[in-house]
């Protein structure tokens, strides 16, 4: 009896544990085409250039800001482990470095760039 109980227990941590595995996002960047973003941050109309656009794979626990800022790394060349083949793609076809005023999109959810940290954008 003790031991289906236990078995019972084990089996539910194991499905949510399940639930919180890996789903993939699509990560689209866009770079500032005017230089004075990286000091002001994104203003509206600026214009953007799309940089790159790869899946990333995101624990089912991870939100958009821990998302961000693995994008972040990953482009700044410091990246997690499983991101080293984003980072060599980004920097093979000549893109700098991710910065203020440039915009990260996790599948239809737009942010900016700041100084100290992201800022939600308007989806259009």
């Known amino acids: 009896m003790f ?8 089996r539910r941590r194991f499905l949510r544990q399940r639930r919180r595995r890996l789903t993939q996002v ?3 960047v ?3 085409a005017d ?6 941050g994104h203003r509206p109309g600026d214009p953007y250039l ?9 624990r ?3 939100d958009d800001f821990a998302v961000l800022d693995r994008v972040f790394a990953a482009l ?5 482990p499983v991101d080293v083949e984003h980072t060599r793609r980004w920097y093979r076809h000549g893109h700098r470095s991710l910065s203020v005023g440039d915009i990260v999109t996790i599948d239809h959810r737009r942010y900016a760039c700041t100084p100290w940290s992201w800022d939600a954008l308007a989806t259009d």
Do not use: K
């Open 60 to 62: 089912g626990d991870a």
């Open 35 to 40: 230089p004075r973003s990286m000091i002001y």
């Open 30 to 32: 866009h770079l500032a």
């Open 50 to 58: 799309l940089a790159d656009r790869f899946r990333l794979d995101r």
């Open 26 to 28: 699509m990560i689209a």
């Open 76 to 80: 700044n060349d410091h990246p997690h």
């Open 3 to 10: 031991h289906r109980a236990r078995h019972a227990r084990a």
